[in-house]
């Protein structure tokens, strides 16, 4: 042990050293592990009631945060933004009032798309069977399908022969 461990150890037996900038006037403070971090309660700060009052209102801070919290890029932020503003305008509206009626009317939609059938298949491989999962789509209901999306057949007079 060298000298000088020796008297930081023998002098100030503690494990967190704190040392301020010299014109905040404090002076070294020495904490054991169980008082470092540790505050007054007079001195902890009260939560702020009002977080946001940075922002324009407490709609765009509940935005934001949302936006944050989801992570959504600045395209997915424009285009919910946009949604929002048709809401209010009136030339939208959603029905939709939590989690899970979003599930059940994507599961609605899901099941009026062209189904994929999931099966298993068996296949030897060097003495044993392996199983992969496997998903497919009828090629033939797939193209009835695609027959019936306006999008796609715009152009068609509806007559094939």
């Given at each position: 042990m060298t000298a000088i461990a020796a008297s930081c150890s023998t002098n100030h037996p503690h494990d967190f050293k704190t040392e301020f900038h010299p014109c905040s006037?404090?002076?070294?403070?020495?904490?054991?592990?169980?008082?470092?971090?540790?505050q007054n309660p007079e001195h902890i700060m009260a939560p702020d009631s009002?977080?946001?009052h940075l922002f324009a209102s407490e709609g765009n801070y509940i935005?934001?945060?949302?936006?944050?919290?989801?992570?959504l890029s600045s395209t997915q932020v424009d285009t919910l933004l946009t949604l929002v503003h048709c809401i209010g305008k009136g030339m939208a509206s959603i029905t939709l009032v939590n989690d899970a009626g979003l599930h059940?009317?994507?599961d609605r939609a899901v099941s009026q798309l062209t189904p994929f059938l999931k099966?298993?298949?068996?296949?030897?491989?060097?003495?044993?069977?392996?199983?992969?999962?496997?998903?497919?789509?009828?090629l033939w209901d797939w193209a009835l399908n695609l027959l019936q999306n306006p999008s796609l057949t715009l152009h068609s007079s509806g007559k094939f022969e």
């Open positions: 006037k404090c002076s070294t403070l020495y904490q054991s592990f169980e008082d470092f971090g540790q009002e977080p946001w935005f934001a945060m949302i936006a944050v919290e989801a992570g059940t009317a994507s099966f298993k298949i068996t296949v030897p491989y060097k003495g044993e069977d392996v199983i992969f999962q496997v998903h497919m789509c009828p």
